[in-house]
C-alpha cells in the first residue's frame, strides 16, 4: 500500500520542519521530510536570521500573553517562552555560532537606540532580552540560520523529498492521522507515518484569495512564493479549529510588474516623509516598527470605501536619493533575480521611482493633490527647523527636511514576511480540532498557526519555528505507533 515510511512524516522544510525532524531523530525515530519546493529553506531562508532572547522568563511570558491579547493560551505562550529560551544553546549544539545583535543600530544613516523590546511600554517588556543571529558563510550578510540547520539535517542523513506537495491527510477510525498523499512527479504517492505528522508548511502569503477574506486587503508576499495555505487546507479537511487568521507582520514594500512578489521599501536616508492619495502623512516613519505597518495603511474611507493608504508614496529629495538604494534585495526571493542600484538612477530610468524638479509637477505624476503636497512637504520643513513633530510624533533627531530638488516619489504597498494564522496548536503542539481536543497524531509548528496575533515583535517567528519544532518533533516521536 505505501510508497513510504516512516515513524515521524514533515510537510515542509523550512526552519521549522528541521527543527521538528532533528527532535524528532534524536530520539531514534526514523523521520521523512516532504517538501512543496525544488530546495528547501522556506521563509526561515529568506529572513534576517534574527531570533528572541529573554532577561526574566516569567516576565516574558507577561509580554507574550499581553501582545496576544487573550487569543493565546498563557499555557502556550509558556511553553514557547521556556522552549526557546533553549534556542541559544541548542544552535550551538548543532554547530552554529552564536551573536548577539547591539541595541543600538544606524537607521536611515541615524544613529537610533532600540529597546529590547519591540513594544517597551507594555507589561514584561523588561523580560525581553536582547536579538541574537547565527553567525555563518551564508550569503545573507553573514547569516547563517538555515545554512546550520541544513547542513545539521543533511549530517543526519535525514530523508527529503522536494518537489512532493502533499494533497491529502490521511487517517484512520481510532488511529487518527496515518499518513499523507504526496505528487511526485507525474504520480501521487502514500506515505505511512507510524507515529505522527507534523505540519510546517508556512501560511498563506501567496494566496490573495485568503487575503482578502482573512486580512481584509490584497498583499504581495515577499519571501517563500510556495507559502499558499496548503497547511490550513489539510488540516481543515480533518476538523481543525483556526486561530489568528487576521493577524500578519507586514512592511512598507514595492510591486512591480516585472515581479510576482513584492520588493521590501528602505530608505538611506532621513529626509523623506510618507504621504497617502491626498498628500497627507499619516504615520511616524522613523518610529513604527517594520512588522506591524499594515496597521496604519489599513484605513478606510468610509465615506468612498477607499483604501486611501494603499497605495501610499514615499517623497524624498535628491540628497536622500543618492545616500543608497531604496529597495532591499540583499536577501529574499527579489535576491535570486534583481539587485537594486547603489543610487536608485536604474529604478528612476525604469519609471519605478518618478522624479521632477518641483513639488507640484513630482504631485501630478503620482495623482495627488498638488496644492496638498505642497502644503504638506512645507508643514514638514517648518517641523524640522523646530525640532518638533506635534501630530504623529516624530523623534527631532530623525527630523531632516526635504530640500534639494530634483524631488522624487515612490509607490509603495503593505507586502508580506509572513501570515500568523492556521490551525490552532496546543503547548504540545497537537492541532485541535473546533472542540478543543487533539487531533490525534497531528502537529504543527512555526508560521502555520502561530501563538502571535496582531501586535508581532520582530524575531518571534523563527524563535517560534525552532522552539514549537522541537516540541512537535518529540511529542510525535513519542507517539505509539499505529496498529496496521
Known amino acids: 500500500m505505501w510508497d513510504h515510511e516512516a515513524d515521524v512524516v514533515i510537510v515542509g522544510y523550512g526552519g521549522a520542519g528541521a527543527a521538528a525532524a532533528l527532535a524528532a531523530v534524536s530520539t531514534g525515530a526514523k523521520v521523512l521530510i516532504l517538501e512543496k519546493n525544488p530546495e528547501g529553506g522556506g521563509n526561515t531562508k529568506y529572513s534576517g536570521g534574527s531570533l528572541r532572547t529573554y532577561l526574566d522568563l516569567d516576565k516574558a511570558v507577561d509580554h507574550i500573553e499581553a501582545l496576544c491579547e487573550g487569543t493565546t493560551e498563557r499555557a502556550v505562550v509558556e511553553a514557547f517562552v521556556r522552549e526557546s529560551s533553549r534556542n541559544p544553546e541548542w544552535l ?39 536579538k541574537m543571529q547565527i553567525k555563518g558563510s551564508g550569503s545573507a550578510a553573514g547569516i547563517d540560520l538555515w545554512g546550520v540547520l541544513s547542513r545539521k539535517v543533511a549530517e543526519s542523513n535525514l530523508e527529503v523529498l522536494c518537489s512532493s506537495p502533499v494533497k491529502r491527510l490521511l487517517a484512520a477510525k481510532g488511529e487518527g492521522v496515518t499518513g499523507v498523499v504526496a505528487a511526485s512527479g507525474d504520480k501521487d504517492i502514500k506515505v505511512r507515518a507510524r507515529r505522527g505528522v507534523i505540519l510546517t508548511c508556512g501560511g498563506f502569503e501567496y494566496d490573495q484569495a485568503m487575503h482578502l477574506n482573512y486580512l481584509g486587503q490584497s498583499y504581495f508576499g ?6 499558499t495555505g496548503d497547511g490550513i487546507r489539510l488540516a481543515a479537511e480533518l476538523g481543525a479549529d483556526l486561530w489568528h487568521m487576521n493577524a500578519t507582520a507586514a512592511a512598507l514594500g514595492y510591486k512591480f510588474a516585472e515581479f510576482a512578489f513584492g520588493i521590501r521599501h528602505r530608505m538611506p536616508s532621513a529626509g523623506f516623509i510618507y504621504v497617502d492619495q491626498t498628500g497627507k502623512r499619516f504615520m511616524d516613519e522613523m518610529g513604527t516598527d517594520a512588522h506591524i505597518m499594515w496597521a496604519p495603511t489599513s484605513y478606510i474611507d468610509v465615506k468612498t470605501l477607499q483604501r486611501t493608504r494603499v497605495p501610499c508614496y514615499a517623497i524624498f529629495d535628491e540628497d536622500t536619493r543618492v545616500r543608497g538604494p531604496l529597495g532591499a534585495t540583499g536577501q529574499g ?16 530610468r525604469k519609471g519605478w521611482i518618478k522624479a521632477a524638479d518641483n513639488i507640484a509637477d513630482l504631485a501630478y505624476q503620482i495623482n495627488v493633490r498638488p496644492d496638498r503636497l505642497q502644503m504638506t512637504v512645507a508643514q514638514y520643513n517648518l517641523q524640522c527647523v523646530g525640532g518638533y513633530d506635534p501630530e504623529l510624533g516624530r523623534s527631532s533627531n530623525t527630523l531632516v527636511p526635504i530640500g534639494r530638488p530634483p524631488y522624487y516619489a515612490v509607490e509603495m504597498r503593505p507586502c508580506l514576511f509572513n501570515t500568523q494564522g492556521g490551525p490552532k496548536r496546543n503547548s504540545k503542539a497537537q492541532i485541535l480540532d473546533v472542540w478543543g481536543n487533539p487531533i490525534k497524531r497531528l502537529y504543527s509548528a512555526g508560521e502555520l498557526g502561530s501563538l502571535w496575533h496582531r501586535f508581532y515583535p520582530g524575531a518571534g517567528n523563527l524563535s517560534e519555528a525552532l522552539a514549537f519544532g522541537r516540541i512537535a518533533g518529540k511529542n510525535a516521536a513519542a507517539e505509539q505507533p499505529v496498529s496496521a
Open 92 to 130: 550551538k549544539e548543532i554547530g552554529g555560532e552564536v551573536v548577539f545583535k547591539p541595541p543600538s543600530e544606524t537607521t536611515s544613516n541615524i544613529p537610533i537606540t532600540l529597546p529590547l523590546a519591540s513594544f517597551p511600554t507594555i507589561r514584561g517588556a523588561e523580560g525581553m532580552g536582547p
Open 222 to 227: 515577499m519571501c517563500n512564493p510556495g507559502n
Open 333 to 348: 526571493k527579489v535576491s535570486d533575480v534583481y539587485q537594486w542600484s547603489p543610487d536608485n538612477s536604474a529604478e528612476i
